[in-house]
């Protein structure tokens, strides 16, 4: 049986052309990948899966210890654990999109050699896997926030935890555009993934993680909320924990910032993308 289907792959594009359609047919490879993932990450590791929910714990365990009790920083009255680990989980989010999105090119050079299918799936596969393991992390902050809340601790949930969906996205997000962009520069650039490496953690500490916003002085404040993912912390601990507050105009800043970031990483990916086999 005959069948006029015909499928066909060519590199001209425009600059910022995203095939959603194609994306959303190949949305069982999107799953499938995630699935690997799930399967490969903690293969042949003795707690498997259990170090999702472990490595929040002893990274916040570590930051109380070091920044809590030896530098005996401020945590404006919210349980230092409780802090820490609101901070951590959601850094930790930001940061797995971003080298997710970032190992695009290098990490898939030899599939992509071999099969075709819209690049793209591989950071959405990721944001994806990301996501599964943010939320099984904030299903063990949010026992550890009821268990404080009952305890009479200075822990304050509000309304703004409605708008959980809309901060996982604009992490992800923010994670990914910049991660597309490191991504198609690595891509002919190898010795830039050290310099990543040390830029993203020295992005964590200007970024109020382990500190509050309002123990930064007054003259640096503005300038430190002008960071895209300052504001995204401190309204999810405001959220979440009553500390802090949401300042609008910073929050639309930040989706300013955002929205300019990840156009501009689909535009530099989709230009890598027609011949960055020839240099991978």
């Known amino acids: 049986m005959k069948t006029n289907d ?11 052309s995203v095939n959603l359609k194609e994306l959303w047919n190949y949305r069982d490879l999107v799953v499938l990948f995630v699935k ?3 399967k490969n990450v903690y293969k042949q590791t003795v707690l498997g899966p259990f170090w999702i929910i472990i490595n ?10 070091i920044f809590g009790m030896i530098a005996n920083i401020s945590t404006n009255g919210v349980p230092q654990f409780l802090f820490y680990m609101s901070g951590n989980i959601l850094w930790s989010y930001f940061s797995s999109c971003f080298n997710r999105a970032g190992s695009t090119f290098l990490a898939n050079a030899r599939i992509f050699s071999k099969v075709y299918f819209p690049r793209l799936v591989m950071p959405l596969s990721g944001i994806l896997y990301n ?19 009952f305890t009479g601790d200075n822990v304050h949930p509000n309304i703004f935890i ?16 910049v991660g597309l962009i490191v ?6 650039y190898r010795d830039l993934n050290v310099l990543v490496s040390f830029g993203l953690s020295l992005w964590m500490y200007v970024t109020p993680i382990v500190y509050p916003i309002s123990q930064v002085p007054d003259n640096l404040r503005s300038l430190m909320l002008l960071n895209p993912t300052a504001p995204i912390i401190e309204a999810f601990r405001y959220a979440f924990l009553g500390s802090g507050s949401v300042n609008t105009i910073y929050i639309l800043i930040s989706v300013s910032v955002t929205a ?8 530099v990916f989709n230009q890598v993308e027609k011949n960055y086999i020839d240099t991978v």
């Open 36 to 38: 690997r993932d799930l």
């Open 260 to 267: 300019v970031i990840l156009a501009f990483g689909v535009l």
């Open 131 to 149: 996501s599964i393991t943010f939320i099984i992390q904030f299903a063990m902050f949010m026992i550890l926030t009821v268990i404080y809340c």
């Open 162 to 177: 409605l708008f959980l969906p809309l901060i996982m996205l604009h992490t992800a997000l923010l994670g990914t555009g």
């Open 183 to 188: 991504s198609s520069l690595t891509t002919k």
């Open 6 to 16: 015909i499928t066909v792959v060519s590199s001209k594009r425009g600059l910022f």
């Open 56 to 65: 929040p714990f002893l990274s916040s365990f570590i930051f109380t210890v």
